[in-house]
């Protein structure tokens, strides 16, 4: 089955969010915005820290279907918070047990 990585590409995300969305997500991934709450390959839950406030970011991977969701009120299909998680999910390195 695939993972949320799958889905998550530079190339995938650009394509799905709109030019500002993408500069802005960018943005607060390199801003290290982005704390992670649950990491699987089926799941992702992140809470970004966006200087307007927090948003809730859930990613999944349900077979060959990508489905995320954000908190936020932003229109666009993927807003900034949701390619922040995304950018920011290869740098992501689980706690040692």
Not at 69 to 82: L, T
Request: net charge negative; hydrophobic share 40%; with cysteine.
């Amino acid at each position: 089955m695939p993972s949320v990585t799958d889905f998550t590409s530079e190339a995938q995300m650009r394509a799905m969010a709109d030019a500002r969305g993408w500069n802005d997500g960018m943005a607060l991934a390199d801003a290290h915005s982005v704390v992670f709450e649950t990491v699987t390959p089926e799941r992702v839950v992140a809470m970004v820290n966006a200087p307007d406030g927090p948003a809730r970011v859930e990613l999944t991977s349900t077979g060959s279907r990508f489905g995320y969701d954000c908190s936020c009120w932003e229109v666009p299909e993927a807003c900034r918070h949701i390619v922040a998680t995304a950018m920011a999910l290869p740098r992501y390195h689980a706690p040692e047990a």
